[in-house]
Every structure is written in C-alpha cells, then in structure tokens.
C-alpha cells in the first residue's frame, strides 16, 4: 500500500511539472501544493498540505511571458531554444515510464522492480525525496537559463550589441538572399527599360524617316508644280553630240549585289545612239555604263577594265540585243545580279535576251556619279564628244534587286508607274548642264499613244 501511494505521489507530481513546464494548465491555480513523504505502515493518509509558496504565481506568469516574449521577438533563435527544451523533453520521457511501469509492473516485498529485479528507470533515483529534488533543480536551472537569455536580448536591444552566433548568420543568410533578389529585381527591369527604349528608338527612326520622306515629296511637288504637272511628267532633251551637254542625278548609288536600270528614250542618231547612262567611282569610271557607240550594238558594261582587262579575267561587258534607233519612244531595262553575273534585257516590256558570268561575284560600289547622255572617263567628267547621247530621256530609275517581268511590262505598256527605291526620276533630283540641253514637260503615254495613231 505505501509503495502504491508513493507512486501515486510521484505521478502526481510529474502531470503538474509537465503543465506548469509546458504553459498548458487549463484549470485555475488554487494555489495548494502537496508532498509526498514516507509515513508509517497503517498511517490513514500520505497527503499533506502545503503551504502555498509566496510568488509562486508570479513565478509561473514570468515563465510564460518570457516564453511569448521570446517567440515573438527572437524567432530566429528557435534552434538554441529547442535545445534548452531537450532536457524538459527527457524529463517528460522519465515520467511516462514511470507511469507505464506503476500500471504494468509489479512490486514486490524485498523493494526491488520486478522484471528479473531490473531498474527499468536507468538513472532514475529509487528515494522519490532525490528525485523530487533532482526535479526542483532542473526547474531552476530552466528557469535560470530562460531568465539568462532574456536579459541578453534585453541587453542586445539596448546597447546595439551583436546577436549570437548563429542568429547573425542566418540574419546574414537572410540579407544576401534578400539582396540578391533585389539584384536580380533590378537586373530585370534593366533589361526591360533596354528593351523599351530600343523599341521606342526603332519606332522613332521609323517616323522621322516617314516624316522626312513626306517633306521630301511635299518639297518636290513644290519645286516642280510650277513646270509639270507631276515631279516626274518631264523629259532630259539632248540635242546635240559634244562633251558638254548632260544631265546629272542629285542622288548616288549605295553598294549593291544587284540592281535593274529601266529608261525611257528616243533617238534617231546614228551612228550609234551614244551613252545615255554612266556611273562612276573613285578608281573605276566605268561602274555601270550603257552605251551604243558606233556600228557596235548596245554595250553593258559593269566594272570595265578598258586595256587592263585580259581574257582569262571574267567578262565585264555584255551585248544587248535591243534596237532602238528608230525615233520612236522605247522602254528598256536591265537587271544583273553578282550571283553568276547574271543579267537580262527588256524592251517594251518584252525580254529579248539574257546572259550570265558578267563581272560574277561583284558588288557595285557606292558614292559615286550618275551621269546622263555622256561617258565619264573620270569621276563626273572628261567627256567624249564620240560618245555623247543624242535624244531624249525619261524616267530613269533604279531598283537595288531584280525586277520580276510582271513589273517592267506593266511600266512599259503603261498600267503603272513605279519610281525606283534607290534612284528615282524627280525634277528636283535632275541638273542640266550646257546651253542647249533642257528639262520640258512630257506625259509619256500620251505622246507614245500619238506615235502609235501617227
């Protein structure tokens, strides 16, 4: 019977100190305690009041503010406090297994456990006065050690001291994650701030670039309303063979891997109609002329060596087996490309011949001078009487790429006009130079049509 009383004492004891440990204590505390203590066989009761403990309620309110203080304000700690906690944990591991062996064992009369005399408790004190007083000692050390690391957070707070260890780094850990994604935040809307702005740059370009076109033609139509009645209704009249009547187009040539020359022209002069187009460059005269000089038919000529060419160099001239000495208004194009030096030739819309290996894998050099109705032996001059045009021309445009057929014949029979992309025919672009040489007006169609009915 006193051993059962005992047990029952120490159970007791324990269900309070994991509650009290715990916070968890859902009944009011009337603040009445009690003690086991060894009494006498055929004593009528083991339990004896005590007196209730002054503070001890404050005691208890203290615990469990400090516990909500340091969960609110030092969670980061929570490693440091789980391992404070380990020694309540084992303690409460003690008590189930002096609980389980009270209910399962069996005690016998020599004072020993049962289960081959064993102690099932391992360390476990047999007088319960060690053990109620082992237990007071953890209590306050607990309380010793929870009451330690409030003052240092206390301290922290006020001093501006450093925090642990471990509390720094992972406060550090934090920061760097933290700054990196603010980094990569950053890094992003730099990327689409670039983005934005080179749209917006693109799409600038694009409107001044329309704005400055429409002011271009908006100028044109001014400069040439007063003549004809559109930019391009005129004709280039040269009416004489010398070195000294031309035209020259304000605009040049940019570097090209392929291009189409379409004109209109009339000539009666003979022989040989003389060159009604020539480009030249720094170092090459000769870029592009088209010429018939003499008894020879009409000549392309790209990138003309003269007497430096030789025969096991790649052919620079092509015969062109266009006719048009006849006085009538003819329309001619040209298209060559550098791929295999490629070239055909239209007249009035009619394809009448077509050849390859033309100055093959060459590229048209930019900026230099289109002259028109003279051969340039140097760069905008030094003409050749011999070689002059005598005619009239119109129209002369040039596209950098190969015009499809469907096109040069619905400019050629007069279903549509299409000005070229990188010369085009305006008044304002066309300079005439010697007395003699004029610009007048001209509706090609019309003036076509009447030859036709003549």
């Given at each position: 019977?006193?051993?059962?009383l005992?047990?029952?004492?120490?159970?007791?004891?324990?269900?309070?100190?994991?509650?009290?440990?715990?916070?968890?204590?859902?009944?009011?505390d009337?603040?009445?305690?009690?003690?086991?203590?060894?009494?006498?066989?055929?004593?009528?009761?083991?339990?004896?009041?005590?007196?209730?403990?002054?503070?001890?309620?404050?005691?208890?309110?203290?615990?469990?503010?400090?516990?909500?203080?340091l969960?609110?304000?030092?969670?980061?700690?929570?490693?440091t406090?789980?391992?404070?906690?380990?020694?309540?944990?084992?303690?409460?591991?003690?008590?189930?297994?002096?609980?389980?062996?009270?209910?399962?064992?069996?005690?016998e009369?020599?004072?020993?456990?049962?289960k081959?005399?064993q102690?099932?408790?391992?360390?476990?004190?047999?007088?319960p006065?060690?053990?109620?007083?082992?237990?007071?000692?953890?209590?306050?050390?607990?309380?010793?050690?929870?009451?330690?690391?409030?003052?240092?957070?206390?301290?922290a707070?006020?001093?501006?001291?450093?925090?642990?260890?471990?509390?720094?780094?992972?406060?550090?850990?934090?920061?760097?994650?933290?700054?990196?994604?603010?980094?990569?935040?950053?890094?992003?809307?730099e990327?689409?701030?670039?983005?934005?702005?080179?749209?917006?740059?693109a799409?600038?370009?694009?409107?001044?670039?329309?704005?400055?076109?429409?002011?271009?033609?908006?100028n044109?139509?001014?400069?040439?309303?007063?003549?004809?009645k559109?930019?391009?209704?005129?004709?280039?009249?040269?009416?004489?063979?010398?070195?000294y009547?031309?035209?020259?187009?304000?605009?040049?040539?940019?570097?090209?891997?392929?291009?189409?020359?379409?004109m209109?022209?009339?000539?009666?002069?003979?022989?040989?109609?003389?060159?009604?187009?020539?480009?030249?460059?720094?170092?090459?005269a000769?870029?592009?002329?088209?010429?018939?000089?003499?008894?020879n038919?009409?000549?392309?000529?790209?990138?003309?060596?003269?007497?430096?060419?030789?025969?096991?160099?790649?052919?620079?001239?092509?015969?062109?087996?266009?006719?048009?000495?006849?006085?009538?208004?003819?329309?001619?194009?040209?298209?060559?490309?550098?791929?295999?030096?490629?070239?055909e030739?239209?007249?009035?819309?009619?394809?009448?011949?077509?050849?390859?290996?033309?100055?093959?894998?060459?590229?048209?050099?930019p900026?230099?001078?289109?002259?028109?109705?003279?051969?340039?032996?140097?760069?905008g001059?030094?003409?050749?009487?011999?070689?002059?045009?005598?005619?009239?021309?119109?129209?002369?445009?040039?596209?950098?790429?190969?015009?499809k057929?469907?096109?040069?014949?619905?400019?050629?029979?007069?279903?549509?006009?299409?000005?070229?992309?990188?010369?085009?025919?305006?008044?304002?672009?066309?300079e005439?130079?010697?007395g003699?040489?004029?610009?007048?007006?001209?509706?090609?169609?019309?003036?076509?049509?009447?030859?036709?009915?003549?």
């Amino acid at each position: 019977m006193l051993s059962l009383l005992r047990l029952l004492c120490f159970y007791a004891l324990g269900l309070g100190y994991e509650k009290l440990v715990r916070g968890q204590d859902d009944n009011p505390d009337t603040g009445a305690r009690f003690l086991c203590r060894a009494i006498a066989v055929g004593a009528d009761t083991c339990l004896v009041p005590v007196v209730p403990e002054p503070n001890a309620a404050a005691h208890e309110e203290v615990l469990r503010n400090t516990v909500m203080q340091l969960r609110e304000t030092v969670l980061q700690q929570k490693e440091t406090i789980v391992n404070q906690l380990g020694t309540i944990n084992e303690l409460t591991t003690k008590l189930s297994l002096c609980e389980s062996a009270s209910e399962e064992g069996k005690y016998e009369s020599g004072g020993s456990w049962s289960k081959n005399n064993q102690n099932t408790m391992g360390d476990l004190p047999r007088d319960p006065n060690d053990t109620i007083d082992n237990l007071g000692k953890t209590m306050q050390s607990l309380k010793d050690r929870l009451e330690n690391l409030e003052q240092q957070q206390q301290r922290a707070n006020m001093s501006g001291a450093l925090f642990p260890s471990e509390l720094r780094d992972l406060l550090q850990r934090r920061l760097g994650d933290l700054e990196n994604q603010l980094l990569s935040k950053v890094n992003n809307l730099e990327e689409e701030k670039s983005l934005l702005y080179n749209e917006t740059t693109a799409h600038r370009q694009k409107t001044e670039s329309t704005l400055n076109s429409l002011l271009t033609r908006i100028n044109e139509l001014e400069k040439g309303g007063s003549g004809f009645k559109s930019p391009e209704q005129f004709k280039l009249v040269l009416p004489l063979r010398t070195n000294y009547l031309y035209g020259r187009m304000a605009k040049s040539l940019p570097e090209m891997y392929s291009f189409t020359l379409c004109m209109w022209l009339r000539s009666s002069a003979g022989p040989g109609i003389g060159t009604p187009f020539s480009y030249g460059v720094p170092g090459q005269a000769n870029e592009i002329v088209v010429m018939e000089w003499g008894n020879n038919p009409i000549e392309l000529l790209i990138n003309d060596k003269h007497l430096y060419s030789s025969p096991m160099l790649p052919v620079q001239v092509a015969q062109l087996p266009l006719s048009v000495r006849d006085g009538r208004w003819r329309h001619i194009c040209i298209t060559w490309t550098t791929r295999d030096g490629l070239w055909e030739a239209y007249q009035d819309g009619q394809k009448l011949g077509a050849g390859d290996n033309l100055a093959p894998w060459h590229r048209i050099k930019p900026g230099g001078a289109i002259i028109l109705g003279q051969e340039q032996d140097m760069v905008g001059g030094r003409f050749d009487a011999t070689q002059a045009f005598v005619g009239e021309l119109s129209q002369v445009n040039i596209w950098d790429k190969v015009l499809k057929p469907s096109d040069i014949l619905t400019m050629a029979n007069c279903s549509s006009y299409t000005p070229g992309n990188v010369v085009s025919w305006l008044d304002s672009d066309v300079e005439v130079f010697g007395g003699g040489a004029a610009k007048l007006a001209l509706e090609i169609c019309q003036d076509r049509l009447s030859e036709t009915e003549s």
